[in-house]
């Protein structure tokens, strides 16, 4: 989980690869709608989130287990998609800098979601506590953070 741009997507593709776990990207579960209205710049709504986060839900009640890249921004996305889960749900908090997730943003290329919109995504922001999520730093090379990531998950398994 996190802000557009802080990795979500090359980390859980990494994870699903060391892991052996299958990854789907929330981005893909987003209505046809939802795309429209970030590709125009427009932030999303509450209304627009609510049947998104209930896709992203379906996707952990039939396909666990399975990684799924999903901004989960606020406490109340994040209770929404545990509570739709049918199971545990384990939160990695992907963290960064507004400086360092503006620079990536900058260079990827195919995203619909463009730069302009991160202010609105670190406005909307509830960073998660402990008792949450693991919140990792994401400055550091892609290996490092998902070594970080699959020890933290191999550890907490039971």
Request: hydrophobic share 40%.
């Amino acid at each position: 989980m996190g802000v557009s741009g802080c990795g979500k997507s090359s980390v859980g593709e990494g994870l699903s690869a060391r892991l052996g776990i299958h990854y789907r990207d929330g981005d893909d579960l987003h209505p046809a709608a939802n795309v429209e209205k970030m590709r125009a710049g427009i932030p999303l709504t509450d209304a627009d989130r609510w049947p998104w986060l209930d896709r992203v839900s379906a996707v952990l009640a039939s396909e666990a287990p399975v990684i799924v890249g999903c901004s989960a921004l606020r406490r109340a996305y994040r209770d929404r998609l545990s509570a739709g889960a049918g199971g545990p749900v384990t939160f990695i908090h992907l963290s960064g800098s507004r400086d360092l997730i503006a620079g990536r943003m900058a260079t990827r290329t195919g995203h619909y979601m463009p730069t302009s919109l991160l202010d609105s995504q670190f406005a909307a922001l509830e960073p998660p506590g402990p008792e949450e999520a693991l919140t990792i730093d994401i400055d550091q090379s892609l290996p490092a953070l998902i070594a970080a990531i699959a020890i933290h998950l191999e550890g907490a398994s039971p």
